[in-house]
């Protein structure tokens, strides 16, 4: 292609210092001022010019292309232009250098010589290059931890970005050295080593995206020269400068479509088969590029027949690519003039593309749901296909209902992708009013649930400003604004949201975070969350006393809004003279304590009224410590007379002043010296009393206990009156609580309330235990105060508890709160006697191995508890004693139920809870922990066979279902070799152990009854077996793996049946290795299998391993050969 000359003096002159960018940009100018004479390759004399550059300076003109990579990045576009240079020259040998230095940026060195050039074909080349990475001749640049690669695989795509760049007058349409270039990369990218194809698609997507500029400035030039051409045809005059015209526009239409050739070319040869490659990194490298060519370029790319590959990647098992494919639709929607040509490719992926909200990856998701605003924000989708995405708005991952309280907010409260409103929308379309009102209808969704309530104000929190005007919200609440009518619901959730928003301003969480961490605030948060402390108190000041007023008796808003001021500012009340408001407030607060009952209600008041005594100042808190000490007097004076009510039979009065006190001692003590003697009469008395009566009654001694405890431990000198009081105390407690030990919940009818009393039991005792165990008063003057509870009580309380976790998980469907009630007794109950157990309060010998023989019986909540038990427990020398006794009890229930039932259901369950336990407790001893507890280990299986002969054949079965679990746990192979002799004894000794016991007994008698033994003896004769078997396996491992060698024939790399899956693998002979090398490996892995999964008889055993030892007889040496038959034989 013929260029026209041009001369620098038919150009204004130029500053030498121009960037190469400010020089293109100012011959653009240049030819339009001139008519748009077609530019001619830069003049040597400023390239010549160019080279003044410190960076050129620097440059070795000896140094290679792979040397300038991998070096310092200023230097490449020099070296760039030096070697166009040489290829002006001398194409052949500049070509030579430039494929040599693709083959080293791949890691192979292989050149190709100058006068072969023409002749070497692509495959053959392509082929020796992956023998060099057969043989291990080959270096991976990209992924090394060297320093000279760090920045190699930035500086490649810079490399052959500016190669472009700096053709694209010249050699970019040659029909030579691209052509050439793409031929060995396509190839490249087609071959199995993995290091080829990440580098080779690395240079191919470069140059995909390089000719897009390219085509790019073409486009504009075309455009240019296009507009010109009508100029001139307007002036309907034929001349030179039309043909000129018409033969510029030509040529450049001709260069644009040269590109986009290169570009289709690169894409059906490396594009269509690397998308799917089996590296992952190619696959996102190709996704990534896929969705730059797409924006860059859509007079190409924009259509089905690319736009597939992203859809088709949306299901990628890889998140990275999924990831890479999602953001690559994001920028592609976030264009309004890409989407009409996106509604086949819209209609067919976007309910993937919901799908995707709820990805496994959380970055996945977070972009994804980015991607559903966009489509809603062109009315793509229909709002039922939205269901899916609003359940994510209570899900666990906090970025997703992040994202998803940003959509709701967009789309349903701020209703931004709303065209049809949005032309309607008039100033108070974005009020706050209007946004609460549409918040308060999606909580309308949530009213029966209060939590989950709180999970949606928490996601759309921080995007809607509504939230924080708190001087509306409260306006709402008052029905200030007749326009807006709340029904019931909306102003509980309306309270709810205003409890929640003010948590939120002060810095508090109001979801529970799966970090625990505490969380610390610097400087200027701490000023934002005390400036919105300030906010919430001016704006509550005057309307508190109004909001508690109207919603004091209405039990489900009451806990929020008394609770709004601890987070309040309670200094400015003086500031701003509002004393008397304040005064208003305890006062209701206290109205509130003493008109409500239930548990929320009640401990939000003690938790305001805390607050206000302890943070207030001055004359207010004067104010508000009298007002708690009437509050208390008015308590007791009340359960004083509730006290003889209930004797007469009106419990309800008494129940309800009991939990008034309950929550109060909860907080503080509470002075009831006068009512103790009488809540004993009570309970002394009247037997009949409801149960969560009994229950509060009992909560409420326990806690004025523990108080006088406090107070006594406290105090500098202690009175013997004192002292002789809080034994008095403490032995009533005890009493009444003996009493309910011998009392069982399902004596009274299996009511809710006799679970609850129970429960209650158990855990007042295990606390009063705990309280005043010996070791909390040893040499100390208080030492008479210390108590344990003797072995009768003990195992009375431990008989109680296992009723308890023996509650049926059956219940009716209108009883759901009881499943809950139960599953947290069951939770309370085994954290309370696991606690007397950690802590020493009781003996340890009976109740630990009672509890953990309960290990799997009750769930993952109660094996979670008593997993952490056997942690604490394993730090304690006799832990194996106690890990067979707690084996014993479990088994001990079996011989129960055999006792019992016929039933082979019940039997069996038993059995099999057995057995898990079993295989629990063994299975804390993994790795390291198998060699370092061999000895307890063994400890345990001998006494186990102990355990099982001592009524022989009745308890044989605990051999198999106990025994041979701690068998598999004993080492094998990972010992050394002198501990591996001892293993071998101990069990030499303990098959001859079993055996003997075994001689005088005629075992066929009873063929069933022995069946465990005879089980158990195979079992340990396979070990054994296996055990001698151990030197040869060492051996062979000691000698390490052979490596691989694949002999592999050439191959035509331009098949296009080839696929991905199998570019990792060379050859069929490759594969052979590979599975010789996979019998290998199974068959070590068999040798340290556990024997709980080989149960096989001795003589299959040795069957298997003869065949399997003929089969590997060419890979052995004589003597190995003539070790393993004496082995089988």
Known sequence: MEDHPETSRNRPKRNRSKTANEERTSEEVEEREDHLEEVRPKSKRNRAAKDDTPAAVLLNPDQSLIDVVKGNETQIHQAVKLWVERYEKDPKLAMVELLTMLFEACGAKYSIKKELLDETDVDDVVVALVHLARSGEVEDHQSSKRKEFKHFKDNLVTFWDDLVTECQNGPLFDKVLFDKCMDYIIALSCTPPRVYRQVASLMGL??????????????????????????????????????????RLSATHDKILVLEDFMRKIFTGLFVHRYRDIDPNIRTSCIESLGVWVLSYPSLFLQDLYLKYLGWTLNDKNAGVRKASVQALKKLYDGDDNVPTLGLFTERFSNRMIELADDIDVSVAVCAIGLVKQLLRHQLLPDDDLGPLYDLLIDDPAEVRRAIGELVYDHLIAQKFNNSQSSLKGSDDDSSEVHLSRMLQILREFSADPILSIYVIDDVWEYMKAMTDWKCIISMLLDENPLIELTDDDATNLVRLLSASVRKAVGERIVPASDTRKQYYNKAQKEIFENNRRDITIAMMKNYPLLLRKFMADKSKVPSLVEIIVHMNLGLYSLKRQENNFKNVLQLMKQSFFIHGDKEALRSCVKAIKFCSTESQGELKDYALNKLKNLEDELINKLNSALKEGADGDEYSLLVNLKRLYELQLAWSVPI??????????????????????????????????????????????????LTSLLFKRNALFEELEYFLGTPSEDKEGSKCGNQLACRVCIIFAEAWCLFRKTNFSSTKLEHLGYCPDTSVLRRFWKLCEQQLNISDETEDEETNKEYIEETNRDAVMIASAKLVVSNAVPREYLTPEIISHFVMHGTSVAEIVKHLITVIKKNDDFPDVFLESLKRSYDRHLVDLSKSDDESVTSKSLIECKDLAARLSGTFMGAARSKHRSDILKIVRDGIEYAFLNSPKQLSFLEGAVLHFVSKLPVVDILEINNLALTCSFTNSLKDVQSRTENINTDEDPSGWRPYHTFVDSLREKYVKNEGLPDEKERRRGGRPRKRRNIEGKRLFDEDSSSEEEDSISGSGREDAHDEEEKQDEEEEDEAPLIHSLRSSSKLRSMKLSKDENKSHRRTGASASRTSGASN
Do not use: C
Request: hydrophobic residues 40%; aromatic residues 6%.
């Open 206 to 247: 470069q140059l995909v995206t390089s000719f897009i500029t390219v085509a790019k400035a073409l486009g504009l030039q075309r455009e240019t020269t296009q507009r010109q051409l009508n100029v001139e045809k307007k002036k309907q005059t034929e001349g030179p400068r039309l043909e000129s015209l018409n033969k």
């Open 673 to 722: 010296e006068s009512l103790y003697e009488d809540i004993v009469k009570v309970l002394h008395t009247f037997r009949n009393v409801d149960d969560e009566v009994v229950s509060f009654l009992l909560l409420n001694m326990y806690l004025h206990v523990a108080w006088s405890l406090q107070s006594i431990v406290n105090s500098e000198t202690v009175s013997e009156a004192s």
